[in-house]
C-alpha cells in the first residue's frame, strides 16, 4: 500500500496530479499573476525593499510548472513534462525580459548595487543546501491537506523569480558578472528543487511501477537533476572557498596593520578592512583598503606607508598595494551649548565629516547644500556637486551613513543627491529658495530675541512641497514647564507676520523634547 494512501493528512495521487495539472496551465490568471509578481519583484530589489519582494513571492505562480514538471518524471506523465517545461521556460524568458527592459526604462545608469542584488549573485554550498530544503517543503506542503498552497510558492518563488530579476538587471545594464553569478543561482535551486521533489513525489508514492516507460522518465529525471547539482557544486564551492579565504585575509590583514598602527600612533583606530585583486601591469595585486579613525590633520608618513606594504606582503604571502583613508575620531558635541550654537557646532562638524569621506573617494566631490532636523534618528538632506564622470554608489551612501552614525553616537537618516557641475553652467535660486532662508532667519531672530527660561528652540528646517510650505520646528523644554501656549502662539505669529504676501499656504509643525535639570 502506497505511503500516501496510508496517513489521511496527504492528499491521493490523483487529487495532487489533478490540482498541479489545473494551476500550471498558462491561463490569463497565471499570466496576470506572473507579470504583477515580476514587476513587484523588480521594482522591491531596485528600492532594496525586503517586504516588497516578500510580497512579489507571495503571488507568483512560478511553482506550478516547476512543480508539474517534476511530478510528471514521477508518475511517468510525458505530456505533463512537456507542459511543466513549457511553461516554465516560457515565464523564465518572460521574467528575465520584463526586468531587463524595466531596468532599460528607468535608465541603466541609475541602478545601485543594494542588498537585494549583492546577495543573489555569489551563490555558494549554503545556496545550494538551502534550495535543497526548499524543494522538499514544495513537494511535501503541494500533498498534505490543509496547507496552503502559498506557503510552497513563497519558499520556491524565492529561489526562482527573485535570482531570474536581478539576471534582467545584470543583462539590461551590460554587468555580466551580475547576470552569470544570479543565473547560476537560479540553475542551482531550479536542479535543486527537481531532485529533491523527485525524491519526495517517489517517497509518497506517486510512481507506479507498470511500465518501462514510467522508470525511464524517473531515471532520467533523478540522473539528470543529479548531474546538475554535481556539476553546480564545482563553482559554489570555488566561491565558498573564496569567501573563506577572503574574510581569512581581511582578517589578519587588520590584525597586522593594527600592530603596524601602534608603533606610529596608539590613538589610531582601524575601523575596517577590505581587500580585493587589481590588475597592475601585466600582474595582479591584492589591494588592502583600511579605513582609520585618527586626530585631525593626521596623515601616515610616506616611509611607513611602504613599510606597511612591505609587512602585509610578507604576512600574506602576495604583493600588497595599501590604500588608508582616514576619518576623524568620533566624538560628542557637549551640551553647556545654547541650542542656536549646537546646531551650529552640528553643521560644522557634519560638514567636515562628510567632506573627508567624500575626498577618499574622489576630491572633486564636494557638498552644495547640508540641512538638519530632528534628534534621533537625525535626518540630513544632503546635496553634493560633482562632475558627471564621478560615480556614487548606494554602497558609498550606506558607508556614510554608518560613519555618521558613529561619529554622532545616535541614528541618522540619510537623503543624498548629486548636483553636476560640469552641465549646469549657472545656478539661479529660485523664489522658494528664498522663501525658505526667509522662514528659518526669522525663527532665528525669534530665537534670539526671547529670554524664556527653560525653552530653546533646538532645531528648524523649512521645506517645499507640493501644496505648500512646510516649516517643522522642535523645542527644548525643561520638565517642569507645563504651559508653553503663549511662547508657541508667539512664535506662530511671528512667523506669519513674515509670511504675508504670499500665496502659496504654510504649515507650521512644532515638537518639544523634555529634559532634566542636574
Not at 553569478?181 to 537560479?186: N, Q
Not at 541618522?412 to 553652467?425: G, N
Request: charged share 15%; glycine share 6%; net charge negative.
Amino acid at each position: 500500500m502506497h505511503f500516501s494512501q496510508t496517513i489521511s493528512t496527504f492528499l491521493h495521487r490523483s487529487q495532487v496530479q489533478a490540482h498541479v495539472s489545473e494551476e500550471m496551465r498558462p491561463t490569463v490568471k497565471y499570466c496576470i499573476l506572473l507579470t504583477l509578481s515580476t514587476l513587484l519583484a523588480h521594482l522591491g530589489i531596485m528600492a532594496n525593499q525586503s517586504t516588497v519582494t516578500i510580497g512579489s513571492m507571495l503571488i507568483s505562480p512560478l511553482m506550478w510548472p516547476l512543480i508539474g514538471m517534476t511530478l510528471g518524471l514521477v508518475a511517468g506523465k510525458p505530456k505533463m513534462i512537456v507542459k511543466g517545461a513549457l511553461v516554465f521556460a516560457g515565464s523564465m524568458l518572460f521574467a528575465i525580459g520584463l526586468s531587463a527592459l524595466l531596468t532599460y526604462a528607468f535608465s541603466p545608469t541609475a541602478i545601485l548595487l543594494n542588498a537585494e542584488i549583492t546577495s543573489r549573485i555569489s551563490p555558494t554550498l549554503f545556496d545550494l543546501l538551502i534550495a535543497l530544503l526548499t524543494g522538499l517543503a514544495g513537494a511535501f506542503i503541494v500533498s498534505w491537506e490543509k496547507v496552503a498552497d502559498a506557503a510552497a510558492g513563497v519558499a520556491i518563488a524565492s529561489s526562482i523569480l527573485l535570482p531570474m530579476t536581478v539576471t534582467g538587471i545584470g543583462l539590461s545594464i551590460g554587468n555580466m558578472d551580475i547576470a552569470y553569478g544570479s543565473f547560476l543561482l537560479f540553475l542551482t535551486n531550479v536542479g535543486s528543487i527537481v531532485c529533491t521533489g523527485i525524491l519526495v513525489f517517489l517517497f509518497l508514492g506517486h510512481h507506479e511501477n507498470t511500465n518501462k516507460k514510467s522508470n525511464e522518465l524517473l531515471t532520467v529525471g533523478l540522473v539528470g537533476s543529479s548531474m546538475t547539482i554535481i556539476l553546480l557544486a564545482f563553482p559554489l564551492t570555488s566561491t565558498f572557498i573564496n569567501i573563506l579565504e577572503t574574510n581569512a585575509t581581511e582578517s589578519l590583514a587588520k590584525s597586522t596593520l593594527e600592530t603596524q598602527l601602534l608603533m606610529i600612533d596608539d590613538s589610531i583606530v582601524t575601523d575596517s578592512v577590505s581587500t580585493r585583486n587589481v590588475s597592475v601591469g601585466s600582474g595582479t595585486r591584492l589591494q588592502v583598503t583600511a579605513l582609520l579613525r585618527a586626530k585631525d590633520n593626521f596623515r601616515v608618513p610616506y616611509t611607513s606607508l611602504r613599510d606597511m606594504e612591505k609587512h602585509l606582503s610578507e604576512t600574506l604571502g602576495k604583493m600588497v598595494q595599501l590604500d588608508i583613508r582616514v576619518l576623524p575620531p568620533v566624538t560628542t558635541i557637549t551640551d553647556d551649548l545654547s541650542a542656536k550654537e549646537k546646531r551650529l557646532a552640528l553643521e560644522e562638524k557634519l560638514g567636515n565629516i562628510i567632506s573627508t569621506f567624500l575626498r577618499s573617494i574622489d576630491n572633486r566631490i564636494g557638498i552644495e547644500s547640508l540641512q538638519i532636523a530632528g534628534t534621533n534618528p537625525l535626518q540630513i538632506g544632503l546635496v553634493l556637486k560633482a562632475p558627471t564622470d564621478t560615480v556614487l554608489t548606494n554602497t558609498d551612501r550606506l558607508d556614510l551613513k554608518d560613519v555618521l552614525e558613529k561619529e554622532l553616537l545616535a541614528g541618522v537618516r540619510l537623503e543624498m543627491s548629486i548636483l553636476r557641475t560640469d552641465v549646469i553652467t549657472e545656478v539661479v535660486e529660485p523664489h522658494r529658495d528664498d522663501m525658505l532662508s526667509s522662514l528659518e532667519t526669522t525663527v532665528d531672530r525669534f530665537a534670539a530675541k526671547q529670554n524664556t527660561d527653560g525653552v530653546t528652540i533646538a532645531s528648524r528646517v523649512a521645506i517645499k512641497t507640493p501644496t505648500g510650505y512646510v516649516l517643522q520646528m522642535q523645542l527644548r523644554v525643561r520638565e517642569d514647564i507645563d504651559n508653553l501656549s503663549l511662547y508657541t502662539t508667539s512664535l506662530r505669529n511671528t512667523v506669519m507676520a513674515s509670511y504675508q504676501g504670499t500665496s502659496e499656504p504654510l504649515s507650521i509643525q512644532i515638537t518639544e523634547e523634555r529634559y532634566k535639570t542636574l
